[in-house]
C-alpha cells in the first residue's frame, strides 16, 4: 500500500510561487504514474497536473499550463509541483495520487494523501 504526504502549501500572494512535494513510502515509486489535484472551497477535486512513471510525460490542465511544472525524482520517492504566477483562483488544498493503470484517467487515482492548502492573496 502506498502512502503519500504532501508538504510547500502556504500563504503566498498573486504573481508569487510555491513549491509543492509529495513523498511517498511503501510499494516501487517506478511502478505508478501521479497527479496533483486540487480542491477550492465548494468545488470538486480536479486532476491539475499528471505525471508517467518515468517521469517522461505529462499532462496539465488548461487552467494551470505554462505556470505549473509537475517533475519526480525516484531516487528520493517524490514529486514535485512547481508553482509560478499564482492566482486567487489556485487557492485550493492540493493533494497528490498514484495510479498504477493509466495514467490519463484520472477515476483511476488512489491513495491520496491528506492535502497542503494554498492560498493566494490578491
Known amino acids: 500500500q502506498v502512502q503519500l504526504v504532501e508538504s510547500g502549501g502556504g500563504l503566498v500572494q498573486s504573481g508569487g510561487s510555491l513549491r509543492l512535494s509529495c513523498v511517498a513510502s511503501?510499494?516501487?515509486?517506478?511502478?505508478?504514474?501521479m497527479g496533483w489535484f486540487r480542491q477550492a472551497p465548494g468545488k470538486e477535486r480536479e486532476a491539475i497536473a499528471l505525471?508517467?512513471?518515468?517521469?517522461?510525460?505529462?499532462y496539465y490542465a488548461d487552467s494551470v499550463k505554462g505556470r505549473f511544472t509537475v517533475s519526480r525524482e525516484s531516487a528520493k520517492n517524490i514529486m514535485y509541483l512547481q508553482m509560478n504566477s499564482l492566482e486567487p483562483e489556485d487557492t485550493a488544498v492540493y493533494y497528490c495520487g498514484t495510479n498504477s493503470r493509466d495514467m490519463r484517467e484520472v477515476s483511476w487515482y488512489e491513495n491520496w494523501g491528506h492535502g497542503t492548502p494554498v492560498t493566494v492573496s490578491s
Open positions: 511503501g510499494g516501487t515509486f517506478s511502478s505508478y504514474a
Open positions: 505525471i508517467s512513471d518515468d517521469g517522461t510525460t505529462a
